[in-house]
Nanobody, 115 residues
């Protein structure tokens, strides 16, 4: 059974940092690309960052230079390091893996950037 579990969210002041983790099980993690998405209240879910099985990363323009996605195949975990956080980064952050035509999502972790 595929499981995707996010952690690491919280309340942080503008300019602060957080590191999100996404632990997976039930998949051969090393052969799949992974993605981090976020959804703010009243907005559509958007792709924040993705990483291929080979480690190549892509970022939304809004987070380039501030966020870094990384993977640890031994731990079957993908990370999202978020620096210089802004109030606009406030959202529920979700981890995603697509197996064929099926998307698997975690339950999400809340990130709130506020003074």
């Amino acid at each position: 059974q595929v499981q995707v579990v996010e952690s690491g969210g919280g309340l942080v002041q503008p300019g602060g940092s957080l590191r999100l983790s996404c632990a997976t099980s039930g998949i051969i993690f090393s052969i799949y690309g992974m993605g981090w998405y976020r959804q703010a209240p009243g907005k559509q879910r958007e792709l924040v960052a993705s990483i291929t099985r080979g480690g190549s990363a892509n970022y939304a323009d809004s987070v380039k230079g501030r966020f870094t996605i990384a993977r640890d195949n031994a731990k079957k975990t993908v990370y999202l390091q978020m620096n210089s956080l802004k109030p606009d980064d406030t959202a529920v952050y979700y981890c995603n893996v697509q197996l064929g035509s099926v998307d698997y999502w975690g339950q999400g972790t809340q990130v709130t950037v506020s003074s």
